[in-house]
């Protein structure tokens, strides 16, 4: 089912996974997917990064290339869809791939009976590979464009009798702004075009407090952004996670969460303040009306399902 006509249903809870490093297998996440199967998600979000750049040495020199930490992201796709039987919303990014290569993947995923994408731009930092070329996009609209064209039967190469996608498209929202924007209203500008190009709904960065999503949804809507915006939540299980989330996600961590998380005395009640805050959250925009929760795994079952047990109880 697509998320839009899952939202008009009920509010969604959708999960997101990593795929595996390099050269490990599917036992890990099927770990993670099976601790969380009780609450009955909504979807399965399958995260996709930018390549790396990486020294590879041959007989005779030292060659660069690009290379993915977590490759096999459309297999995990298959993999999950084929063990769960539930709905699984691959990420797709601009940045790893020219736009050939990406119609390919999109038809691979059209044919295993995807209905769902997430689209981002990608990372571009010093350690990924940041050229662009002629055939890559530089910017998520453009993706979402190829694909709101492919819905329609319109493909990059020539094609007799083109038969078009149904995918349902995602993008990214980001409460505080993308840390390269100057401001939030320049953000939410480039979020506009997204959604004009043809994305369904949104998903936020982490966030931790509910008046920021209350703030960014309502400049949003004011800025014509009428699809559903799904708010995204982080287990929180220690103080450490504190101060390394900001430099990562260029969020802020709410002062009053930082305090109680001070007052710990074991790593066992640090688990517990930040659970019990995060929970305290989810439960406050869902009375608030969000259309769901989205829950940032980063591959740890028992963090998401400490959280969701406090959230629904047991199971959903």
């Given amino acids: 089912m697509k998320v839009i006509e899952k939202i008009k249903k009920e509010q969604i809870l959708s999960i997101e996974i990593l795929p595996p490093n390099r050269g490990e297998d599917m036992n890990q996440i099927f770990s993670v997917v099976e601790n969380l199967m009780d609450f009955s998600p909504s979807f399965v979000n399958v995260t996709r990064h930018a390549p790396e750049v990486t020294y590879v040495e041959l007989n005779d020199h030292i060659k660069k290339v690009p290379k993915l930490k977590r490759p096999g992201s459309v297999g995990v796709t298959a993999a999950l869809m084929n063990r769960y039987n539930i709905d699984v919303v691959?990420?797709?990014?601009?940045?790893?791939?020219?736009?050939?290569?990406?119609?390919?993947?999109?038809?691979?995923?059209?044919?295993?009976?995807?209905?769902?994408?997430?689209v981002i731009r990608g990372e571009r930092e010093n350690r990924t590979v940041s050229h662009v070329g002629k055939d890559m996009h530089s910017h998520a609209s453009e993706l979402v464009e190829q694909i709101s064209?492919?819905?329609?039967?319109?493909?990059?190469?020539?094609?007799?009798?083109?038969?078009?996608?149904?995918?349902?498209?995602?993008?990214?929202?980001?409460?505080?702004?993308?840390?390269?924007?100057?401001n939030l209203q320049e953000d939410i500008r480039y979020l506009k075009k997204k959604i004009d190009a043809g994305a369904d709904y949104v998903i936020t960065q982490m966030v931790f407090d509910f008046d920021v999503y209350k703030r960014f949804s309502e400049i949003a809507r004011e800025s014509g952004v009428l699809v559903?915006?799904?708010?995204?939540?982080?287990?929180?299980?220690?103080?450490?996670?504190?101060?390394?989330?900001?430099?990562?996600?260029?969020?802020?961590?709410?002062?009053?969460?930082?305090?109680?998380?001070?007052?710990?005395?074991?790593?066992?009640?640090?688990?517990?303040?930040g659970t019990t805050y995060m929970a305290n959250l989810a439960?406050?925009?869902?009375?608030?009306?969000?259309?769901?929760?989205?829950?940032?795994?980063?591959?740890?079952?028992?963090?998401?399902?400490?959280?969701?047990?406090?959230v629904f109880g047991s199971s959903r």
């Fill in 283 to 310: 439960e406050k925009l869902l009375s608030e009306g969000a259309p769901g929760i989205h829950v940032f795994t980063m591959g740890k079952g028992r963090s998401a399902r400490a959280l969701l047990e406090k």
């Fill in 149 to 182: 064209n492919m819905n329609k039967g319109k493909y990059l190469y020539p094609c007799e009798n083109p038969r078009p996608t149904d995918f349902c498209i995602g993008v990214a929202g980001y409460p505080e702004k993308h840390f390269e924007s100057p």
């Fill in 90 to 118: 691959p990420h797709i990014l601009c940045t790893d791939m020219n736009k050939y290569q990406i119609e390919d993947t999109l038809i691979d995923l059209h044919f295993i009976g995807v209905q769902n994408l997430f």
């Fill in 228 to 273: 559903p915006i799904i708010p995204g939540i982080k287990p929180i299980v220690n103080l450490r996670s504190i101060y390394r989330i900001p430099k990562k996600f260029f969020v802020t961590i709410p002062e009053t969460l930082l305090s109680k998380m001070h007052q710990a005395r074991t790593s066992k009640e640090e688990f517990e303040i």
